[in-house]
């Protein structure tokens, strides 16, 4: 896959979610190695860098990953980009 693929800047925008169904925020960039979701909380940004690897389903609308809001927070919040 490339960054140009159009398959992956369908999901730009897009809801991303955990496995539990809890919101990751919305989906901001994607790429072949990773998906960048944010969201808003209390006038603070979490940014998820999460591998793409870790993507579960698309259903059009929301993106799941195969992975917990808790273990994403521990794991993947990070201010730049890999």
Known sequence: ???N???LNCLVNKEARDI???I???VQEVNQNYVLTQKLIQ???EK???PSYLI???NGNVLWFRI???QTRTTFMINSSP
């Open 1 to 3: 896959m490339s960054t």
């Open 5 to 7: 693929d159009p398959s």
């Open 20 to 22: 539990h169904d809890e």
């Open 24 to 26: 990751l925020g919305h």
């Open 43 to 45: 006038n603070n940004n």
């Open 48 to 50: 998820f860098y999460i």
């Open 56 to 58: 579960q389903k698309f």
């Open 68 to 70: 917990s809001k808790e």
